[in-house]
């Protein structure tokens, strides 16, 4: 461990240039192979958007701002959150249909929330038409509500 290590210095007068990188003029590219400059390409196009009636699009979200204004009225959460939605689907054509259940069979707004929620969902700008299907399988449990209900219902 006591070696001594020893630095050499060599002066120099000039220092020969690095050999420069060559590019080979490109061929014409055809219309469907990738442009030479791809940074121009990419900063050209446009974003693509979501589809209106995917999720993320504009109308999905739409339908389901509609569906979180419907509260259950023995409980004090939106149908959304207490997981009563099972599904919404949107079509291009502005067909909205929402797969729902309740929170049980005897519940007593059974005859009038899938009503509730048709009228809801139908008066959504750029939904045409809406249709509810009402399904009991699978059962609802409170396992299917979002954290935030189970916080606003002290399940938390």
């Not at 999905?60 to 149908?79: C, F, G, H, T």
Request: proline share 10%.
């Amino acid at each position: 461990m006591n070696e001594e290590h020893s630095i050499a210095i060599e002066e120099v007068s000039a220092v020969e240039a690095p050999p420069r990188a060559r590019v080979d003029a490109a061929p014409v590219a055809a219309p469907t192979e990738r442009k030479r400059d791809y940074l121009e390409g990419f900063l050209a196009q446009k974003p693509v958007g979501d589809a209106p009636g995917e999720p993320g699009g504009a109308l999905y979200e739409a339908v389901v701002d509609a569906l979180k204004q419907i509260y259950d009225p023995e409980i004090p959460v939106n149908i959304y959150d207490l997981g009563l939605i099972y599904g919404v689907d949107v079509t291009s054509d502005g067909h909205a249909v929402v797969t729902m259940t309740l929170t049980t069979p005897n519940c007593p707004v059974a005859e009038s929330m899938p009503m509730e929620v048709e009228l809801r969902v139908g008066a959504v700008p750029g939904v045409g038409t809406s249709e509810v299907n009402l399904v009991w399988d699978p059962a609802w449990d409170p396992q299917k509500m979002s954290d935030d209900a189970k916080l606003e219902l002290g399940m938390l």
